[in-house]
Protein backbone atom coordinates (compact mmCIF):
# COMPACT_ATOMS: atom_id res chain seq x y z
CA UNK A 1 0.00 0.00 0.00
CA UNK A 2 1.26 3.47 -0.96
CA UNK A 3 1.06 5.74 2.41
CA UNK A 4 -0.49 9.05 1.40
CA UNK A 5 -0.05 12.25 3.31
CA UNK A 6 -3.43 13.38 3.89
CA UNK A 7 -2.82 16.28 6.56
CA UNK A 8 1.04 18.25 6.67
CA UNK A 9 2.69 19.97 9.68
CA UNK A 10 3.45 23.52 8.85
CA UNK A 11 5.78 25.74 10.88
CA UNK A 12 2.77 28.18 11.30
CA UNK A 13 1.46 25.55 13.73
CA UNK A 14 4.63 25.43 16.16
CA UNK A 15 3.49 26.84 19.31
CA UNK A 16 7.05 27.54 20.28
CA UNK A 17 7.41 24.69 22.92
CA UNK A 18 9.33 21.88 21.56
CA UNK A 19 7.97 18.98 22.95
CA UNK A 20 3.65 20.02 22.02
CA UNK A 21 5.09 20.68 18.68
CA UNK A 22 6.68 17.06 18.53
CA UNK A 23 2.85 15.93 20.35
CA UNK A 24 1.27 17.88 17.73
CA UNK A 25 2.99 16.36 14.69
CA UNK A 26 2.21 12.89 16.33
CA UNK A 27 -1.04 13.70 16.02
CA UNK A 28 -1.10 14.33 12.31
CA UNK A 29 0.54 11.22 11.81
CA UNK A 30 -1.65 9.42 13.51
CA UNK A 31 -4.22 11.06 11.86
CA UNK A 32 -2.23 9.99 8.74
CA UNK A 33 -2.58 6.41 9.79
CA UNK A 34 -6.20 6.36 10.25
CA UNK A 35 -6.59 8.11 6.55
CA UNK A 36 -4.06 5.10 5.30
CA UNK A 37 -6.06 2.52 6.68
CA UNK A 38 -9.60 3.60 5.43
CA UNK A 39 -7.77 3.05 2.29
CA UNK A 40 -7.50 -0.59 2.81
CA UNK A 41 -10.41 -3.45 1.98
CA UNK A 42 -13.23 -3.63 4.48
CA UNK A 43 -12.41 -6.18 6.85
CA UNK A 44 -8.62 -5.32 6.85
CA UNK A 45 -9.07 -1.44 7.52
CA UNK A 46 -11.78 -2.41 10.08
CA UNK A 47 -9.30 -4.60 12.10
CA UNK A 48 -6.38 -2.08 11.80
CA UNK A 49 -8.83 0.98 12.20
CA UNK A 50 -9.54 -0.55 15.53
CA UNK A 51 -6.11 -0.88 16.90
CA UNK A 52 -5.09 3.03 15.43
CA UNK A 53 -8.13 4.27 16.73
CA UNK A 54 -7.19 3.27 20.35
CA UNK A 55 -3.62 4.49 19.85
CA UNK A 56 -4.85 7.84 18.84
CA UNK A 57 -7.08 8.05 21.99
CA UNK A 58 -4.80 7.01 24.03
CA UNK A 59 -2.24 9.94 22.95
CA UNK A 60 -4.74 12.44 22.65
CA UNK A 61 -5.71 11.89 26.79
CA UNK A 62 -1.60 11.94 27.18
CA UNK A 63 -1.34 15.11 25.27
CA UNK A 64 -4.43 17.26 26.09
CA UNK A 65 -2.70 16.40 29.66
CA UNK A 66 0.69 17.44 28.99
CA UNK A 67 -0.55 20.96 27.16
CA UNK A 68 -2.66 21.12 30.78
CA UNK A 69 -0.23 20.95 32.81
CA UNK A 70 1.57 23.57 30.88
CA UNK A 71 -0.96 25.92 30.86
CA UNK A 72 -1.60 25.54 34.91
CA UNK A 73 2.57 26.19 35.04
CA UNK A 74 2.04 29.48 33.46
CA UNK A 75 -1.02 30.76 34.59
CA UNK A 76 -2.92 30.68 31.55
CA UNK A 77 -5.85 32.62 32.22
CA UNK A 78 -8.33 30.76 29.15
CA UNK A 79 -7.09 27.25 30.50
CA UNK A 80 -10.86 26.33 32.08
CA UNK A 81 -12.04 27.01 28.09
CA UNK A 82 -9.35 25.36 26.29
CA UNK A 83 -10.11 22.28 29.05
CA UNK A 84 -13.63 22.40 27.87
CA UNK A 85 -12.39 22.43 23.89
CA UNK A 86 -10.66 19.02 24.73
CA UNK A 87 -12.95 17.36 27.19
CA UNK A 88 -15.66 18.02 23.99
CA UNK A 89 -13.04 16.87 21.90
CA UNK A 90 -12.65 13.59 23.78
CA UNK A 91 -16.23 12.90 24.25
CA UNK A 92 -16.99 13.14 20.66
CA UNK A 93 -14.15 11.05 19.98
CA UNK A 94 -15.37 8.22 22.56
CA UNK A 95 -18.85 8.74 21.21
CA UNK A 96 -17.58 7.66 17.84
CA UNK A 97 -15.14 4.93 18.83
CA UNK A 98 -18.58 3.68 20.83
CA UNK A 99 -20.44 3.59 17.71
CA UNK A 100 -17.42 1.85 15.40
CA UNK A 101 -17.20 -0.37 18.12
CA UNK A 102 -21.08 -1.67 18.28
CA UNK A 103 -21.64 -1.77 14.33
CA UNK A 104 -23.57 0.89 14.56
CA UNK A 105 -23.24 3.27 11.05
CA UNK A 106 -19.85 4.92 10.54
CA UNK A 107 -17.85 6.42 7.54
CA UNK A 108 -14.27 6.05 9.24
CA UNK A 109 -13.23 8.53 6.15
CA UNK A 110 -15.71 11.22 7.82
CA UNK A 111 -14.25 10.32 10.91
CA UNK A 112 -10.37 11.13 10.15
CA UNK A 113 -11.40 14.09 8.00
CA UNK A 114 -13.24 15.67 11.52
CA UNK A 115 -10.05 14.15 13.15
CA UNK A 116 -7.99 17.03 11.11
CA UNK A 117 -10.21 19.80 10.90
CA UNK A 118 -10.36 20.00 14.19
CA UNK A 119 -6.76 19.18 15.17
CA UNK A 120 -5.70 21.80 12.52
CA UNK A 121 -8.42 23.94 13.42
CA UNK A 122 -6.96 23.76 17.47
CA UNK A 123 -4.25 24.50 16.84
CA UNK A 124 -4.18 26.85 14.80
CA UNK A 125 -6.65 28.85 16.81
CA UNK A 126 -6.66 27.80 20.68
CA UNK A 127 -3.22 26.52 21.10
CA UNK A 128 -1.65 30.05 19.33
CA UNK A 129 -3.41 31.86 22.10
CA UNK A 130 -1.26 30.60 24.86
CA UNK A 131 1.84 30.18 22.83
CA UNK A 132 1.07 34.28 22.38
CA UNK A 133 0.69 34.18 25.82
CA UNK A 134 3.73 32.46 26.67
CA UNK A 135 5.43 34.90 24.79
CA UNK A 136 4.18 38.14 26.40
CA UNK A 137 5.36 36.32 29.55
CA UNK A 138 9.09 36.66 27.94
CA UNK A 139 9.08 40.20 27.46
Given at each position: MVKEVFVEWEDRYSV???AIDRQHKELLNLTNELYNVCQLGDEAAHEHFRSVIHKAVE???FHFS???????????PE??????QHESFVRQVLENVGEFESGKRFV???FVRFL????????????????????????
Open positions: GIPYVKAEEQIMEKIKFLPDHKKPNAKDWILTHIAMSDQKYHTYIIGLKR
